[in-house]
T-cell receptor, first 113, second 111 residues
Framework: DAMVIQNPRYQVTQFGKPVTLSCSQT?????MYWYQQKSSQAPKLLFH???????NEADTPDNFQSRRPNTSFCFLDIRSPGLGDAAMYLC????????????FGPGTRLTVT | GENVEQHPSTLSVQEGDSAVIKCTYS??????FPWYKQELGKGPQLIID?????GEKKDQRIAVTLNKTAKHFSLHITETQPEDSAVYFC??????????FGTGTRLTVIP
């Protein structure tokens, strides 16, 4: 009965080689979020979709892009990963934006070699 | 924007004792305050939340209190067990924006 699913759980990519992380949800929630979490830090919001409306955080690097082809799926594309992009990437969903419970997936740990 | 501070950063308690984690927030318009538990290698899990129209909420061994005047809220875990060991994050939201997280508390319950 998994609700927010992330694949893969572990991803290794080479410096500069594009990589895509995926997230799917069975909750039929309107909002999907992508967070970056580095070791011993709080999750940092990269962007979110409210339905098809894309909302980018002001300090999210241009290197990070996202796609949401339908309600259930959302993708995080890192165009040219650098060593500093190694982190846990968390997908979350909520029924509405702001002031609403967010449900997180298990995360994808990205390693950049 | 909203700024959430969380203390302590680490907390060790004996099994069976209580644990308290405190957070303060800066935006008086914040009205939703969730707490998340994150175990090693996993995503954060919502364990309890409170909205600004109540002062306290309890769910078995876990309780959250909110003081709107002082702009702080706390997580209380009673009768701690080893499986409570994890990193706990508080967060705040005004309802018009997204969650602002605290910096996390690493709780260790010593058997």
């Amino acid at each position: 009965d998994a609700m927010v699913i992330q694949n893969p759980r572990y991803q290794v990519t080479q410096f500069g080689k594009p990589v895509t992380l995926s997230c799917s949800q069975t909750l039929n929630h309107n909002v999907m979020y992508w967070y970056q979490q580095k070791s011993s830090q709080a999750p940092k919001l990269l962007f979110h979709y409210y339905d098809k409306d894309f909302n980018n955080e002001a300090d999210t690097p241009d290197n990070f892009q996202s796609r949401r082809p339908n309600t259930s799926f959302c993708f995080l594309d890192i165009r040219s990963p650098g060593l500093g992009d190694a982190a846990m990437y968390l997908c979350a969903t909520s029924r509405v934006a702001g002031g609403s419970e967010q449900y997180f997936g298990p995360g994808t740990r990205l390693t950049v070699t | 924007g909203e700024n959430v501070e969380q203390h302590p950063s680490t907390l060790s308690v004996q099994e069976g004792d209580s644990a308290v984690i405190k957070c303060t927030y800066s935006d008086s318009a914040s009205n939703y305050f969730p707490w998340y538990k994150q175990e090693l290698g996993k995503g954060p899990q919502l364990i309890i939340d409170i909205r600004s129209n109540v002062g306290e909420k309890k769910d078995q061994r876990i309780a959250v209190t909110l003081n709107k005047t002082a702009k702080h809220f706390s997580l209380h875990i009673t009768e701690t067990q080893p499986e409570d060991s994890a990193v706990y994050f508080c967060a705040a939201s005004t309802g018009a924006n997204n969650l602002f997280f605290g910096t996390g508390t690493r709780l260790t319950v010593i058997p």
